[in-house]
């Protein structure tokens, strides 16, 4: 009972691992991950978020939007142009991976594909 083939956790670095199904669980801080023999260096990897024209993006650059977007529930839409300030990279739903404050708006998720960094 002392042999514990499985990985520590990642978050914790707990040695109190255990499978349930097709994932590693830790009992301790309640993290769970896939279970992938031979994946110990693609848990590592990171998400790349490019804008419009292809320049990388990162949380807390400033954006502008190419295009006029409309907006449920506003007469009028985002103009192109708009600056946004301090965007946060977040996997949102249906390709929305922008978290921002759009002045006159409030918060709001943007399309990568419509945003150009400054």
């Not at 993006?57 to 907006?71: F, H, N, Q, R």
């Amino acid at each position: 009972m002392t042999e514990n083939s499985l990985p520590p956790c990642p978050e914790c670095a707990g040695a109190y691992t255990y499978e349930m199904g097709a994932l590693l669980v830790c009992p301790e801080c309640g993290h769970e991950w896939p279970l992938a023999p031979g994946d110990s260096g693609s848990v590592s990897e990171e998400r790349v978020i490019k804008d419009a024209v292809g320049n990388v993006l990162a949380d807390g650059d400033t954006v502008t939007v190419i295009k006029g977007l409309k907006v449920k529930g506003s007469p009028s839409g985002i103009k192109a142009g708009t600056k946004v300030r301090n965007i946060r990279l977040v996997d949102g739903v249906d390709g929305h991976d922008i978290d921002c404050k759009v002045e006159g708006f409030g918060a709001m998720q943007l399309k990568s594909s419509v945003v150009r960094k400054v």
